[in-house]
């Protein structure tokens, strides 16, 4: 692939010079990519999905499983969080030079909370995605109700207007 | 903003307090006597040239921070609160989906028969109106 600071436009579309008179001279649209693309020097995925802690190499301090009960979860670590942060205090006190094990200690930690807030998301996604039809459906009805009544008042007003 | 948005912001500004906290400390702590040797350092000449230590008092700004730190878990652990229980797993809620998007493909039917029933409706009716009128017309003697 070439790179340069001002690339000319791709020679395709000399491609399409008789397009407008014949739809079926040009090429068809690349399909669409699947698996992993280059774009501008770096790699990108098509399967966008939220890494395991384990795969960026964090320790996992929440127990895992398919069920995680998620304020459980958070409102632990946000004890322990405290709980090392004092720690913190306590060793910069007494023994200062062991400062770097309780400063990543509670790195950790917040990878933990992070990772476990962005796990949240797709949950959050498909509650939204539920309350949007539930939305949809009842506002669907309620046109449905509003046509059934119009007509019907239409049918009534045209048989007494027939009658009278 | 979505209350996971504020549950992200409320843990960056514990982190926040937390490391600003440790600095401050550091910067104002006093040095520590290495051997009972050495001399003590002179008194500094005048507190109120010195804003940090007159701003707020080597002993008061750690409660200002700490309160502040504990303060902001307790917001953490009240949003915690406010999150709404989870109903279940992935699969019941993909379930709920699947079946409400079946109802509203039948509620979606619905509507369209009830639409296209509706638009016959009114090309007859406007119909009869226009027969109606040409009637109306054709009687209407001239003057």
């Known amino acids: ?28 649209p690349p399909p669409p990519i699947e698996g992993t693309y280059v774009c501008f020097g770096s790699n990108y995925t098509t399967d966008d999905v939220l890494p395991t802690l384990e795969e960026q190499g964090v320790r ?12 459980k979860e958070l409102r632990s670590l946000n004890r322990e969080l405290q709980l090392h942060i004092l720690e913190l205090a306590d060793v910069l006190v007494e023994r200062p030079s062991q400062y770097a094990r309780r400063v990543e200690e509670i790195s950790l930690i917040f990878k933990n909370l992070h990772h476990l807030l962005n796990s ?10 539920f309350h949007i039809l539930e939305l949809q459906i009842q506002r669907r009805k309620q046109v449905v109700e509003d046509i059934k009544r119009s007509r019907s ?12 | 903003m979505d209350i996971i948005s504020q549950l992200q912001e409320q843990v960056n500004t514990i982190a926040a307090l937390a490391f600003n906290t440790f ?52 917001q953490f652990d009240a949003l915690v609160a406010a999150l709404p229980p989870a109903e279940g797993g992935e699969e019941v809620q993909l379930k709920r989906i699947a079946e409400l998007q079946a109802e509203n493909d039948a509620v979606g039917q619905e509507l369209q028969r009830q639409l296209e ?27």
């Open chain 1, 153 to 164: 008042s239409m049918m009534r007003t045209a048989i007494t207007e027939y009658l009278s």
């Open chain 1, 1 to 28: 692939m070439a790179t340069a600071t001002y690339p000319p436009p791709p020679p395709y579309y000399r491609l399409y010079k008789d397009y407008l008179q014949n739809p079926k001279s040009a090429p068809e």
């Open chain 2, 23 to 74: 600095g401050t400390l550091q910067r104002d702590a006093h040095p520590v006597k290495l051997s009972p040797n050495y001399p003590d350092p002179p008194p500094p000449s005048n507190p109120t040239e010195d804003p940090a230590t007159a701003a707020g008092n080597v002993s008061e700004q750690p409660k200002l921070m700490t309160a502040a730190l504990v303060k902001a878990a307790k």
């Open chain 1, 60 to 71: 996992q301090l929440y127990p895992k499983g398919p069920n995680i009960d998620f304020k």
């Open chain 1, 120 to 129: 949240l998301r797709p949950h959050q996604a498909r509650a939204t995605l």
């Open chain 2, 117 to 143: 029933a509706a638009e016959k409706e009114l090309k007859e009716v406007q119909e009869l109106f226009g027969q109606a009128t040409d009637n109306c017309l054709n009687l209407k003697r001239p003057d």
